[in-house]
Each structure stands twice: as C-alpha cells, then as structure tokens.
C-alpha cells in the first residue's frame, strides 16, 4: 500500500525568505510524487514531479524537490517566497499501474509581507 | 500543453434534485478519467476511476447510483449527483491520466451548494 504524509498542515513565511514543505512517502516499489499548488476554489496545478529520473527535481516558479530514497521524503523548497506563492499544495504519489493518485493532506501556505 | 475543462465552475441546486458536471479533455483523448471530492480545508478524495466505454470502478464507501459517471467517448466524462442533499455539497475535481506514465491534468473544479 502506499501513503503520503504532509508533516505540516499549516506554514507561515515571509516574503522573500525561504520555503520548506515537508512530505514523507511510503511505497513498496519506486513511486511517482508530486507535488501540486491549488489556490482557492480552483483546480490543480502541476509545480513538478519525480519519475524515477533525476532526484532533485525543478519545477515552475522556482520551485524545486529532492527525492530521497533513504529518508522516504520529497519536501518542497523555493529559495525566495512571493506573495502570489500563498495556497494549499498538495504532496502526491501515485499507486502503481492503475493511476490512482494517494494525496497528502495538504499543506497551506501563507506569506506574510 | 494538455487542458481539461471541467464546468459549471459552480452551481446550485434544490435539494433532491440531481446536477451533472462534465469533464472534457480538449486536446487530447482520455480513456480514463478520475472524480476527486474536496471538502473545506480538507484533501482530495478519489470517488470513482472512470473508463472510456466501460463501467466506472467506485472507491469504497461511494455509492455508485448516487454518483452516476458516464465516459461514452474519449473526450467526455460527466458525473451526475443524483437526488442532491445539503450533504452532497463540496468542491468536486476530475482528472485525467495524460500518457500512462504519471502526467495529470485536472479540471478547475466544480462547487456544488445543495439548499
């Protein structure tokens, strides 16, 4: 079976410093993660996903992951936080062949001026 | 890149009555599409798979005549909320699988308020 844990429901940073959400995974094979941003009332949006390619992982808007096997994690950084960076995101892995997507519990993201 | 589009963005409905939402994929064909239910605050929870021509696959604990899912072509899947209560009301999201190989798109959801 597989599951994600978001470690933090709720963080709190201001602009211009630095970002880092927390996700532990748990997979009996080589997983799929991603990560994804949803500001309110409305869909998803990909920031950026591993595939069993290269373990640190850039996606759109500065946003970066790092997969590490050995700690089972794939926390989200981004150098510099921006105001329009404030919303819920969403650590997610995959379930093998079928494509179901396992999601965390979600992260909110504020950023103070 | 790959579009979904999921509408209404919004609707309300009378108790008791049903509402469909649809999910299209624009430029692209989906043979399998998934339907999320958010509520406030809280994270996406896969309600059914759905397969173009055949029946969808329902999570545990969804009820399947209530939540009706059609995908009679390889663009289109609705999901229909029949005989609605106040308790039906959350943020509902499809998705679907780009090339099979973990690439996702997802619609902009739709809020369903039931009165």
């Known amino acids: 079976a597989q599951s994600v844990t978001q470690l933090d429901s709720h963080v709190s940073v201001s602009e211009g410093t630095p970002v880092l959400l927390r996700c532990n995974y748990s997979s009996s094979y080589s997983p799929s993660l991603f990560w994804y941003v949803q500001h309110p009332n409305k869909g998803l949006q990909l920031l950026l996903k591993y595939t069993s390619a290269a373990t640190l992982v850039k996606g759109i808007n500065g946003f970066e992951a790092e997969f590490k096997k050995s700690e089972t994690s794939f926390h989200l950084t981004k150098p510099s936080a921006h105001m329009s960076d404030a919303a819920e995101y969403f650590c997610v892995v995959t379930s093998g062949g079928g494509g179901k997507l396992i999601f965390g519990q979600g992260t909110e993201l504020s950023v103070k001026p | 890149g790959a579009v979904v589009s999921q509408h209404p963005s919004w609707v309300i409905c009378k108790s008791g009555t049903s509402v469909k939402i649809e999910c299209r994929s624009l430029?692209?064909?989906?043979?399998?599409m998934f339907w999320y239910r958010q509520f406030p605050k809280q994270s996406l929870m896969l309600m059914a798979t759905s397969n173009e021509g055949s029946k969808a696959t329902y999570e545990q604990g969804v009820e399947k005549d209530k939540f009706l899912i059609n995908h009679a072509s390889l663009t289109l899947s609705t999901l229909t909320v029949t005989s609605a209560h106040p308790e039906d009301s959350s943020f509902y999201i499809c998705?679907?699988?780009?090339?099979?190989?973990?690439?996702?798109?997802f619609g902009s959801g739709t809020r369903l308020t039931v009165v």
């Open positions: 430029d692209f064909q989906a043979t399998t």
């Open positions: 998705s679907a699988n780009l090339d099979g190989r973990g690439g996702y798109t």
